[in-house]
């Protein structure tokens, strides 16, 4: 079985209801390839209503959640309140969550562990920053983010997507280039293969993220180990279309 490429809108803390409106008017419009899975990364606060407009083919994921199903965690939510409004992914781990929330890889284990317990499935995100790159530390830090998340996943690897931003070039509007994309992704699968089960490595899905735009879609996703994308700022414009049609 190949790996269905899946495509994920990362809306951040942008929109509206009148903005809302048109972007899941336009995914309405498409026409989206019916061979490819579309989530989209709602605020919180909207999860509801997006999950009542959009239809059932495009998946509708929260951007965080919290460890536990409920309890006095003020201005947080759990995975039961996200599946309680219909929608069944949460991003985990995003590069912003890690630097301007403080997350470390040990939070993210817990949160990827209680949310795939309570059946969301997950988008867990890995990646290094500049000065991990240009230290030469980029596969050291992805499967460092990899590793401390084995646990959480144990055997339910089919509910995981990984997804790999390298943190420099999110909303820099300077993608990583197809090789060096390829080049994470096909050591990453190769990490998993050693740590994890060849199966694994093989089946599990890895994104790339990080200043994708419709421009640019095509010939990251002609790399073979890149089965789709998350996407931030695009995700809000009429070109995430052609980014999910981007393997056509
Ligand atoms: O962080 C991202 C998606 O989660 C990428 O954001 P941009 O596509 O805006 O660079």
Request: glycine content about 8%.
């Amino acid at each position: 079985m190949g790996r269905k490429f899946v495509v994920v809108g990362n809306w951040k803390m942008n929109g509206d209801m009148k903005q809302i409106n048109e972007i899941v008017n336009n995914l309405k419009k498409g026409p989206l390839d019916p061979n490819v899975e579309v989530v989209i990364g709602v605020p919180a606060i909207y999860l509801a209503y997006v999950k009542s407009i959009v239809p059932d083919t495009i998946g509708v994921a929260a951007q965080n959640c919290w460890k536990v199903p409920k309890g006095a965690f003020t201005g947080e939510i759990s995975p039961a309140m996200i599946k309680d409004v219909g929608a069944d992914w949460v991003i985990l781990g995003h590069s912003k969550r890690r630097t301007l929330f403080g997350e470390k890889d040990d939070l993210i284990a817990q949160k990827v562990a209680h949310a795939i317990e309570s059946g969301l499935k997950v988008i867990a995100c890995i990646g290094e920053t500049l000065d991990e790159r240009e230290a030469g530390k980029t596969e050291e830090v992805v499967f460092r983010q990899t590793k401390a998340l084995l646990p959480a996943i144990g055997s339910n690897w089919d509910k995981v997507v990984l997804a790999y931003e390298c943190v420099w070039a999110i909303g820099t509007g300077k993608s990583a280039t197809p090789q060096q994309v390829q080049d994470v992704h096909a050591s990453l699968r190769n990490w998993l293969s050693t740590n994890v089960s060849a199966d694994v490595a093989a089946k599990v899905r890895i994104q790339y993220g990080g200043s994708v735009t419709g421009a640019t879609a095509k010939e990251l996703a002609a790399c073979p180990d890149t089965d789709g994308f998350i996407v931030g700022a695009a995700s809000l414009k009429p070109e995430f279309v052609d980014i999910v049609n981007a393997t056509q």
